[in-house]
């Protein structure tokens, strides 16, 4: 019989650390302290999803997790709740938000998930937001503020287009991208830099939305194509020093030509689809 994951080992040692005669270092970190460690464990679970070794993303998801603990663990020391309380709430939401499969609703395709997905999170904030009018409350308002901008504008766009705002096709889109492609074309000729960064931002969130539209994960698109380009330029790199010289003597030519090689010798990842349904 498989056993089942015991949480409450990791919750008592994290109480453990934190008590009076556990580890000083445990003891004084705060939320504040905490927060560069929690996205730095975030970021190298990125990192070990495309690791082929499944025990590097073990690991990475067991180093997350303790940060969960960690801070359900100050939260129980200032008397406003504990893990139990987090996973009751989680638990209880996923049941709520599922009702294709814990209830009697039929959501035959991802498309109706998501959407009724929505409806259920806009009841959900007419329930628990009542600081703001009806007329002043938004699909946008739960998106974490201090998301990254690309998947902060992979988010805005993807709950847009769940209630319909969205192009029609990918044409629609690839003309929009083409129109400001010519709006920051026509920018750069002038002198006026606030208008070109604001002209940069439009052609980027319309990048972002040509790859929500086909299904692709922006971030880990542009992850894999930042990792893709320093493999090349290190082959580039690589070849010049073998010849006894620096990277400022060899022409773009040159470059350019060991670029090629360098794109016939390296493997590339392929972008990962994406079908998720933003933030919980």
């Keep these: 019989m498989k056993r089942r994951a015991d949480i409450q080992k990791l919750a008592d040692l994290v109480a453990r650390l934190r008590g009076e005669s556990g580890c000083p270092w445990d003891r004084e970190q705060t939320r504040e302290t905490l927060k560069p460690m929690l996205i730095e464990e975030a970021y190298e679970v990125l990192d070990a999803l495309d690791d082929p070794d499944p025990m590097e993303l073990k690991e990475e998801l067991g180093d997350l997790l303790f940060q969960v603990v960690f801070h359900a663990q100050i939260a129980k020391e200032k008397g406003e709740f504990d893990l139990a309380d987090v996973i009751d709430r989680l638990h209880e939401k996923m049941i709520r938000r599922h009702p294709h499969v814990f209830g009697g609703a039929s959501l035959p395709t991802a498309g109706d998930v998501l959407r009724n997905w929505e409806d259920i999170k806009a009841g959900e904030r007419g329930t628990q937001s009542t600081y703001l009018p009806e007329s002043e409350k938004s699909l946008l308002d739960g998106i974490p503020s201090k998301l990254p901008a690309l998947h902060e504008a ?5 709950k847009a287009a769940r209630v319909g705002f969205d192009w029609p096709d990918l044409d629609g889109i690839l003309d929009k991208l083409r129109e400001e492609t010519a709006e920051l074309s026509s920018a750069a000729a002038g002198n006026d830099r606030d208008q070109l960064a604001q002209e940069v931002g439009d052609l980027l969130f319309v990048v972002v939305n040509v790859a ?7 971030e880990t698109a542009l992850r894999r194509c930042n990792r893709k380009f320093g493999r090349r330029f290190r082959y580039v790199e690589s070849a010049i020093k ?8 060899a ?3 040159e470059m350019d030509a060991l670029w090629e090689e360098a794109k016939n010798q390296t493997s590339d990842f392929r972008p990962q689809t994406s079908d998720k349904k933003s933030e919980v």
């Design 251 to 253: 022409s773009l030519e």
């Design 212 to 218: 929500r539209f086909l299904g692709i994960d922006p």
């Design 242 to 249: 073998k010849q006894g010289r620096e990277m400022r003597s």
């Design 154 to 158: 992979y988010q805005i766009t993807a």
